[in-house]
């Protein structure tokens, strides 16, 4: 499933965006494969430009966005990457599917709580390829805050973005219903407009009919006894006309019950499932 299909990713980027605003922390989204979908917000320099401007960096920030979690031992939520930063990922789901269709990441800030060990930084300086001094002086403008803070900011944006997305999908396939119920109703209607016309027609046939008994019932008696038995099938035909007028009829009604039905449902599907209001015979006619 596309998450393309039924969200409007400008939207989904403008709630990231007011996130990141609210809570100086950095983020950005993917599809279900790993692909940006939105743009990042509050990257910073020892992220972006250092750590993963280098080969080792960026291959060592990769296994840590794909492997972070499981290493850590949940399934979502924050954990520390490995150059020391509490990064988070927020997998949404469709509740309906249980499918996976985006996530949300970043995080990149430091818990208030943990002590900055200089030479351990410089150290990863080293391993990765880039300059100490400037490794150093990109670690103080990162965002620091409490460890609490940043799990209540991480699981706001997860909720926030899991009603988001779920209520999108439940819009997107209603309208997918909606598109296959309007097709069935003009299915519907063309097939009481062929059984309307063709009974129509049946009862035009019937009408003859009784005009062909009548007929043949006048000179069954202008024959006298030799009409006899001609006497007996006009009647016979004449009361066959009678049993025929009298279900198209009911055919008719039935059509009159049906096209009502339909109406309704038309009606309703155009305003919310509201009933139609009721229309008296003279405001039809």
Known sequence: MDIRDFVNLEELEELQIAWARATGLASIFTDADGNYITGEQNFTDFCMKLTRGTAEGIRRCVDCDQNGLCKAGVEQGCYLCHAGLMDFAFPIKIRA??????????????????????????????????????????????????????????DLLGLVIDNYVNQKYNEYIENKKMAVFSTDLEKINGVIDRIEDNSKKLTKIASK?????????????????????????????????????????????????????????????????ETAPEVSLEELL
């Open 97 to 154: 599917t249980g499918e996976v269709v985006m996530t949300a990441i970043g995080g990149q800030a430091l818990p208030s709580d943990m002590e900055v060990d200089e030479a351990k930084f410089r150290k990863l300086a080293n391993e990765i390829g880039v300059d100490e001094n400037k490794y150093i002086e990109a670690l103080h403008k990162v965002p620091t805050m409490p460890r609490e803070k940043i799990e209540a900011c991480t």
């Open 209 to 273: 009919q009784g005009i062909l008994a009548l007929n043949s019932a006048i000179e069954a008696a202008r024959l006298g006894t030799a009409g006899a038995s001609f006497s007996i099938l006009a009647k016979q035909e004449s009361d066959l006309s009678k049993q025929s007028g009298e279900i198209y009829a009911q055919i008719g009604d039935d059509i009159t019950i049906i096209s009502e039905a339909v109406n309704e449902m038309n009606y309703a599907s155009e305003h919310n499932g």
